[in-house]
Every structure is written in C-alpha cells, then in structure tokens.
DNA sequence: GTAGTTATGCTCAAGTTGAGCTTAAGTAGC
DNA sequence: GCTACTTAAGCTCAACTTGAGCATAACTAC
C-alpha cells in the first residue's frame, strides 16, 4: 500500500505595536485575501523548525525574525491549506500546520515585498475592547451565535454555555485570552467565511464582513491561537519588551500592552506595579512629544530576568 | 528527485498521583528502558492527532484517555527515535514527535499490558523538594554542569547563567517550572545517557545513574515538558482536580499538589486560600481515615467554571 | 495668560499574604 | 480511663498589595 504522504506547512505570526493598534505581518494573495508569512518544511534542508521558519519568513517579507516561540500544530483534517497555495506539496498529501509567534519592536520596512503590517483588529473586529466593549458583539455576534446554540439540539445547552463564556455574555467577564475559542466558535457555527470555503457547503447566511476579513486556509486561526498566548504571556513573563523600542515613556509601554489585550488599563496603578516590579529603569532623560508635560524616558531593565523577576507586567484594568 | 518522507511520532504523558508521588503511565521496552504511550500518526486513518493519540495509548496500556491536551512539536534532526522503535516508519523517514499532557484521577489497572505507573521522580530525582533540596543537586549535578560552563569558551558566561537560573543555585530561587530547561542542560552537557546515545560520541564521563534513569527515544524530554507545563498550569487553571476523586480531603489535596510541584506548601494558608476560592464544596461527610482528628470530606464545584474563577489553586510555599 | 494635555506624586480604605498559635476530635498504647 | 500522638480547623496580627481617586507639576497651543 501506499501510504499517504504528510507534508508540514510553517506559519509565522510575526508581532509588532504601537500606541495605536497591534500589527501583525501578512502577504497578500491572489484573491485578494491576506495570509501569514508561511511555507513547507523541507525535511532535507531544514535542521530545525525554526530555521526553516526563519528562511521562509526572510524569503516572503525581507524581515529577519528575532523572538520566535512555538505556539501550536494543527492536524485536523479538512482544514488545512487547499493544494494550491502550498508550493510542491505532493497530491494528496496529509497537510500539518505548525504556527509559531515572533515579536518584534519596530516595523521594518518591507514595501519592497507584497507583504504589510496589519493591524489584526481587521481579522478580529470583536477583539478590541479599548474603548469599550464593540457594539458588534450585541448586535451581530450574539444574536447569531445563540441562534446557532439553540439549533444545537442535544448540544444546546454545551453550546449556549461555550458562546457565554467566550463572550462574557449574561454577567460573565470578557476574558481577553478566549481569542481562539471565540473564533472557533465563529467558526463552527458557520459565521466565518473560511467555515463555508472548507466545508464546500453553501453559507446558511451570508458571512458578514462584519465578522472579521478571513484569511487563506487556516491563518486566521493560527493568528487567534498567537493573540491569546500573547495575552496571557504578558502577564508572566517580561515579554512586552521585545515590542518596545530601547528607550520609551511609561505611556508609550501602556499603550502597547493596551493594544495587544485589546483593554484600556489604569494609568496609576500600571505604573505603581512597574515601580515594584524593578522591570524598568528611568534614564532621566526626558521627551518632549507628549503634548503635555514632559516624559521620562524608561529602558528595560534585562539584568531583572537574573534576580527571578522573571514575571510580565500587571494589567489592573482601568 | 525523491523528498524525504515525513513521519509523524504522537506521545502521550499520562499523569495521576496520589499523597506519595506523582506518576506517569510508561510502557516497558526490550533494553529494559522506559518509553512514554506512543505510535505514529496514521495520515489515512487518523482524523486528528488526539483520535490517533487516543487508539495508541488504548492499545499498549488498556487505558481510556480523559481529558487531553497538546505539548508540543519536535522536530530537531537528531533527537528522534531510533529507526526500528517507530513500527512502520519508512526507512530514512524524517521523525517529528507530537507530545500530549492527559490527567486521571486514579491508576486503572493496567497489569494486562506491559505498562506501568511509574513515580516520575525516577526520571528526574533532581525535581522533588518536598523534603528540601535533593543534596544531589549541590552534590553531583552543579559540580558537573559549572565544569561544562566552565569549558564553554566563549560561550562560558551564557552557560553559567543559564546553569544558575534552572537550577536555583548562588540564590537565585529554585522555580519549579523550569523542568524542561534543567533536563536539556544535563542532556546539553552530556551527563545523560540520551545525549550519548542521540550523538554516538563516547561519554566524556560515564552518565551516572544518579541523574535519572534515561527513556527511549525523546520521551524523557517530552516528561520534562509535560512536568513544567503542568506544573505552571495547576496555578492557573483547576487542573489538580482532573487527578483527584470525586470526594477527598483537603489534605488529600495538598499532598496531591504538592508531589506535582515537588514542594512543600503552608497548610494553613493553603487552606484559606482554597476556602477563598470557591472552587471545593464542604459535603459534611467526615473520613477517619486520618490517624488524627476526622477531615470532612469536599469535592470540586464545577459551577466555579462558570463564575469566572476559572484560575488554579494558590500554591503559598510552606 | 489661559486652556488643554500629560506626567508624576500622594493617600486611604479594603483586601491579601505569610506566619504562627490555639483548640478540637479522633487513634493507639498502657 | 488516662496519656501521648496525630491531624483538623479556627483565630490573630503585622506587612504588604490593590483599586480608586485627588493634587500638583510641567509642558504646548492659542
């Protein structure tokens, strides 16, 4: 017998901030739709995942990937990447999917490629809760996913249960790092238009583009997996820092754990918890682009890993 | 021109653990080494890597896998299982290991199959601090892993710091997480019979005993990370009661979490900070099982889940 | 000079943590 | 039945952390 071949596709979700938006580093496609910086791991030429990785994100985008972490394999049947859009994979291969999450502090310049820095906000409208919780979730999402629920039959009562607490709907909190089951869910109940492509059935209802861009095969759910494990990350581990520039203000460093939870924080108390934590030290140096008073200009503080600092920012929400 | 084929290793670390220690489900191979539940992912009969995962474990250990969840990837070329342990791999295939962390309440008897719950501090009898610092510890390991710092040229002084921070030594503190980090130095330096046999290289110094019995193939690197991973996860998610039963005293909670972590905790402090906790229900049924005073009996409130105290058990060091 | 903007400092109550002490309720040995 | 031992469970207290708001300082723009 001859047995199926498996092939290995690398994605990368590469990471930056600002005090606007988080980004993240896509390619543009044929149809139109983005993608993740990704290609097939050569079991001959490559040594290692992640410098197979790193090859393919220099080759797509001209970004030279510095933190990269592993984030998850996908394995699932029916919904990997169709046929075309992975170079010389054989027919009829069984196609994984390992994604990996890279940080970076500045947005290099890549027009020379077809790539761009997205802010992920576009893929995940219903992410972003700075300035409030998105009106899109009361009126959209909500009403079609309890829908969904209540056609569950059996699983009614699993699914009414799984859509509240990935939605803190009916009192439940808004936890930021459900980024993947939200998706998930979206996509099992047939709201995403990557459900509709991958099962060839036809839309129940139209996919509104309300619900986020969709992505070639299967990024946008390697993009939610990075989003949550950054979320998290965040708060144990210094890791904001491979985001930041050298030197930066205090606000500066708010606005992009901001962004990257999609939460507005309390000034004070994110400052006070910094203090403590010995993760920053001020240079007394001052910039005057605030608008305001004058701010101090901070830099990460590396020798704090040695004495077990080895803790992220707090995030008191404000 | 023929690629190299591709051969994907599912493994599963299958945890239980009672007031004594904490083990894991291993099968017996012919050397006499151990090896984790394992097989390969059948790309033609495999739907997802945990169906796949599941029918291995089922077939060489009669156990019914509960809850489940992925590790991890490995790819390095070099660390994969010997050619003939992987039943059916193609020849000159490229091995890739997919490690799954499960939890159980209680070791099922599995006398049919040549399996066996193993207490884990076998494989690592540097990581149990239950009764103070393992004197192996200052006695073998750090003379040894200073010595290979030492002869790092110039990498010597990354190597220090990286001996210090895993293993707690010149104050820092001993972080118990770090499971993984602590396994690949010793592999790294060569004092585990792994890094001998993975590079054919002669033993600069025969690996002692001392440091842990070896597992086939990378199965000891995939318990590493299972350990670390669970280790930090107990924290904040209610995991611990995957491995309890339905009824059990708080200190039958204590010692469980305890051989997890391989710690002492404060008993008291413990205790108020569960009670704060909302995640035990008192049954106002009491064992005299104790030897002491009768405990009362409690058990998990799933309810919690859905009241947002979705975090762990505190774990206040005693 | 006034209004607007941002930085940074201070305070206070409420809650949490670390650590120890005390009392209760059993068992085992004599 | 008394004593020693063991474990459970309740209490206390100081030190620290958190959430929240108020006050003052130092700039820019008009």
Redesign the pocket.
């Known amino acids: 017998m001859t047995a199926t071949p498996i092939a290995v596709g690398l994605s990368a979700v590469i990471v930056a901030a600002d005090g606007k938006a988080p980004y993240a580093l896509t390619t543009r496609h044929a149809d139109g739709m983005a993608g993740l910086p990704h290609g097939r791991f050569d079991p001959s030429g490559h040594r290692t995942f992640e410098l197979g990785l790193r090859d393919w994100v220099r080759a797509q985008t001209g970004f030279e990937p510095g933190y990269v972490e592993q984030l998850y394999t996908f394995g699932d049947l029916g919904r990997e990447l169709p046929q075309a859009e992975l170079n010389d994979a054989p027919t009829g291969a069984r196609l994984i999917s390992v994604g990996y999450l890279g940080l970076t502090p500045e947005r290099t310049d890549i027009s020379a490629f077809d790539a761009v820095w997205r802010d992920w906000h576009r893929h995940f409208p219903w992410e972003d809760h700075r300035q409030g919780r998105p009106a899109l979730i009361a009126e959209a999402i909500a009403p079609a996913l309890l829908a969904w629920a209540d056609a569950g039959g059996k699983q009614s009562a699993t699914r009414l249960s799984r859509v509240q607490l990935a939605f803190g709907l009916d009192d439940q909190p808004w936890i930021e790092e459900r980024t993947l089951e939200r998706y998930e869910l979206i996509y099992e109940a047939g709201l995403a238009p990557e459900s509709v492509r991958d099962s060839g059935r036809k839309p129940v209802k139209a996919p509104s583009a309300a619900l986020g861009e969709p992505m070639i095969s299967d990024h946008r759910r390697i993009l939610a997996t990075a989003i949550g494990r950054l979320r998290g990350k965040i708060k144990y581990r210094p890791v904001v820092f491979e985001l930041m520039p050298e030197r930066f203000?205090?606000?500066?460093l708010q606005k992009v754990v901001e962004s990257i939870l999609g939460l507005p924080l309390?000034?004070?108390?994110f400052?006070?918890?910094l203090?403590?934590s010995g993760l920053v030290v001020?240079l007394g140096q001052?910039t005057?682009a605030?608008?305001?008073?004058?701010?101090?200009l901070f830099r990460f503080r590396r020798e704090a890993l040695r004495e077990g600092h080895a803790s992220g920012v707090?995030t008191?929400?404000?």
């Open positions: 203000t205090l606000l500066d309390h000034k004070q108390n400052r006070r918890s203090d403590r001020g001052f005057q605030t608008g305001g008073r004058p701010a101090e707090q008191p929400r404000g």
